[in-house]
């Protein structure tokens, strides 16, 4: 069933899959959800899993916490994007990629940004009651942003700064058709490759694995047409990125 962005009908539910890993707060999470609204059809305790599932299971929201034990949650919502991502321009389905809502302990700037940017549409924390946590998750299902009262004033600040950072960037070099074609996330690291980042440095920046920045600058490479990230470093100076 997929409805985001659409009114549910009567006798359906919203498919909510849980990424969390301590047994008791998820338990408790599931037992605090309206069984008239929503419908859980799947957990997973670390990155890797999580991935695998939700491609399985399709749900129509993902409720997020941050820190996994082998990684992060924004790591979970770039696999899972990436994955939709590659299936959509195979032909293989035409639905969007499914919600993220991260629910978390933490309030950090850092932590929020970071899942924020990989593609959550939400943010919220683990304080937030009963009822705002049925409404908030629903709201994310519908396809809207929902963030903490507290956190939203620091988040549109980091994304206002970013955006026009970005919209810089592309009047720059709006001439180059093959960097258009780059990702906002794939500029970025390209950015962070070309001023001498090792890989390790790029996905602590990033929040992200190591694996993944390496998948992003596979990509990079390819739409370039480089060879190597010496090349990287190369093409950037040249074209005054650096």
Known sequence: MSVNNNTLKS????????VEDHELYRQGVISALDN?????????????????????????????????????????VQKVNYIYEQRRSNGLINCETPP??????????????????????????????KNDLNNSLEQAAQGFTVFSPKLAGFILSAFNQQSTAVEE?????????????????????????????????????RGISVRTVETHVSHVLKKLHLNNRNEISFWASQKGLI
Do not use: C, M, W
């Open 36 to 76: 008239n609204l929503f419908e859980i059809v799947g957990f997973a305790e670390d990155v890797e899993p999580a991935v695998i599932k939700i491609v399985q299971e399709d749900p129509d929201v993902i409720l997020l916490d941050v820190h996994l034990p082998s990684g992060s949650g924004a790591e979970v």
């Open 100 to 129: 993220f809502l991260a629910l978390s302990v933490s309030d950090s700037f850092e932590d929020v940004t970071a899942v924020v940017k990989a593609g959550a549409k939400g943010y919220i924390n683990k304080t937030i009651s």
């Open 169 to 205: 960037d592309d009047k720059n070099y709006e001439s180059d058709l093959n960097y258009r074609l780059l990702s906002k996330t794939e500029k970025a690291i390209l950015r962070l490759i070309a001023q001498g980042n090792t890989y390790k440095e790029v996905a602590k920046e």
């Open 11 to 18: 006798d359906q539910k919203y498919k909510v899959f849980i």
